[in-house]
């Protein structure tokens, strides 16, 4: 008889299966919390001035008390454990889930602390796999010291070099400071956005239909505060999370984020992750020479609705030599001051009759260059070894100006463009673009000019050549 109770059929004792953990037993509070939360803004001031504050106390009080129980339950069938290289996940009482989450297909273990969490010392693990375009299995919540075990535990069973923990002392991994975000920069670059700006027009404009109306009543000036701090909703979550903003390079090559305020996380990016990086120029930033750079991660989702899929920032706000040298440091051996681009022909003005001159593309000596916008003006780079599909897209006002244009698809979900070339510098960019692609993990390709010949003398096998211009009639 094996350990287990169960006969050996082999011969040899059955493998000892580690028993199941449950979550922290202050999970169902912090759950409970947040919907609580959501419940009490969905009932709205309306709500409360039509039942009054007593009944609307007591509603949210059965709500408060019918929320925590369920969490309760939904705790209680909830447990975790590891049996040989998978976690396996089980929850639910009337509907029944088990998951068992291969840990080869693991990309990253991230460990956060929402505010709360904070509060009562714990913490939540988000595991992110390949192909999952969220979170696979948050396991909320731990206590700090137990999520950050469990983390190594899982990298370490998934053949990753467990990161440096940074949970117990909510700072940045140890190894070579690259940025720190001053926090002064950050509030002024989210007061100059279009919210905050026109934020005071909203105010006098709503202010002056009251004083011609005569009516001030609790309810309008509720649900106007309310309206307004809708309004500016986006850019304080943007303070929220990017507060204290630093980044690090660790382990010779990895880079680790650190960030947040109301919300703490730690992160851990290997290069060979970053699928794209996006340079980003907004209008009222030009001013103060501001830019903003994110990277596209290949098995990373954005936390929650509304944030950018598969994305994360790599500098929220910094002035061009900050830039360059991230830049370096996500996709080594790119210098950005040495980027060149070239714009479309001047017949696809009609296309883009006010920003043409915005547009252009150009194949660096690593990474596919595109730019674009007139107001707010964006700048992709991504590395031949990241793409994984090139396409020629030509459209019907293209056609008949003979004209196409050119997508390097990702693992990150975006895609680089040189928007509206000939179509025979088209076919011949994307022909140079499947060459690098194919070859970029060999070696560093020399520059060439968009629709110029690979200058190193290396040429795609005739049999290979698949970008082809198409016969003209």
């Given at each position: 008889m094996s350990d287990t109770g169960h006969p050996a059929t082999s011969g040899r004792p059955a493998p000892e299966v580690e028993p199941r953990r449950r979550l922290h037993p202050l999970s169902p509070l912090l759950k409970g919390a947040k919907s609580i939360a959501v419940i009490v803004a969905a009932l709205s001031w309306q709500t409360l001035g039509q039942v009054g504050a007593t009944d609307f106390a007591l509603i949210v009080l059965a709500l408060a008390v019918g929320v925590v129980i369920f969490s309760a339950v939904g705790w209680w069938n909830t447990g975790y454990h590891v049996v040989a290289r998978e976690l396996r996940i089980t929850e639910g009482l009337v509907w029944r889930r088990n998951r068992a989450i291969p840990l080869d297909r693991l990309q990253a273990v991230e460990l956060r602390r929402p505010?709360?969490?904070?509060?009562?010392?714990?913490?939540?693990?988000?595991?992110?796999?390949?192909?999952?375009?969220?979170?696979?299995?948050?396991?909320?919540?731990?206590?700090?010291?137990?999520?950050?075990?469990?983390?190594?535990?899982?990298?370490?069973?998934?053949?990753?070099?467990?990161?440096?923990?940074?949970?117990?002392?909510?700072?940045?991994?140890?190894?070579?400071?690259?940025?720190?975000?001053?926090?002064?920069?950050?509030?002024?670059?989210?007061?100059?956005?279009?919210?905050?700006?026109?934020?005071?027009?909203?105010?006098?404009?709503?202010?002056?239909?009251?004083?011609?109306?005569?009516?001030?009543?609790?309810?309008?000036?509720?649900?106007?505060?309310?309206?307004?701090?809708?309004?500016?909703?986006?850019?304080?979550?943007?303070?929220?999370?990017?507060?204290?903003?630093?980044?690090?390079?660790?382990?010779?090559?990895?880079?680790?984020?650190?960030?947040?305020?109301?919300?703490?996380?730690?992160?851990?990016?290997?290069?060979?992750?970053?699928?794209?990086?996006?340079?980003?120029?907004?209008?009222?930033?030009?001013?103060?020479?501001?830019?903003?750079?994110?990277?596209?991660?290949?098995?990373?989702?954005?936390?929650?609705?509304?944030?950018?899929?598969?994305?994360?920032?790599?500098?929220?706000?910094?002035?061009?030599?900050?830039?360059?040298?991230?830049?370096?440091?996500?996709?080594?051996?790119?210098d950005l001051a040495t980027l060149a681009t070239s714009p479309p022909p001047p017949r696809a003005r009609l296309l883009h009759p006010f920003g043409l001159r915005f547009l252009g593309a150009g194949l660096a000596a690593d990474v596919f260059v595109s730019r674009s916008g007139r107001i707010t003006r964006e700048t992709s780079l991504i590395p031949y070894a990241r793409m994984q599909s090139v396409r020629v897209v030509q459209g019907p006002v293209q056609r008949r100006l003979g004209l196409a244009t050119v997508y390097a698809d990702t693992a990150g979900g975006h895609a680089g463009a040189a928007r509206d070339r000939p179509l025979a510098e088209a076919y011949a960019i994307a022909d140079q673009l499947a060459l690098r692609a194919r070859r970029a993990r060999r070696g560093p390709l020399a520059p060439v000019s968009v629709a110029g010949p690979v200058t190193d003398g290396s040429e795609a096998p005739v049999d290979e050549t698949f970008w082809q211009p198409p016969e003209q009639p």
């Open positions: 505010l709360l969490a904070q509060i009562s010392g714990l913490a939540e693990l988000r595991l992110e796999v390949v192909g999952g375009n969220k979170a696979e299995a948050p396991l909320a919540y731990l206590t700090v010291r137990d999520a950050a075990t469990l983390r190594e535990r899982l990298l370490a069973l998934s053949g990753r070099a467990a990161p440096v923990d940074t949970a117990t002392t909510d700072e940045p991994a140890g190894g070579a400071p690259l940025y720190r975000v001053r926090n002064h920069d950050l509030l002024i670059s989210q007061l100059l956005t279009p919210q905050a700006i026109f934020l005071p027009l909203g105010v006098a404009w709503v202010s002056a239909q009251f004083l011609l109306e005569g009516s001030w009543t609790f309810i309008g000036i509720a649900s106007t505060m309310t309206a307004m701090a809708g309004v500016l909703l986006q850019p304080i979550r943007r303070v929220l999370r990017d507060w204290d903003f630093q980044l690090a390079r660790e382990g010779g090559d990895r880079l680790v984020l650190h960030y947040g305020l109301t919300e703490t996380r730690s992160q851990v990016v290997p290069p060979n992750r970053v699928q794209a990086v996006r340079l980003t120029w907004p209008f009222l930033w030009r001013a103060k020479r501001w830019m903003s750079l994110r990277m596209d991660i290949a098995g990373l989702s954005g936390p929650d609705p509304g944030d950018d899929k598969s994305s994360d920032r790599l500098m929220p706000v910094g002035d061009l030599p900050t830039a360059r040298a991230l830049v370096a440091a996500a996709l080594p051996g790119v």
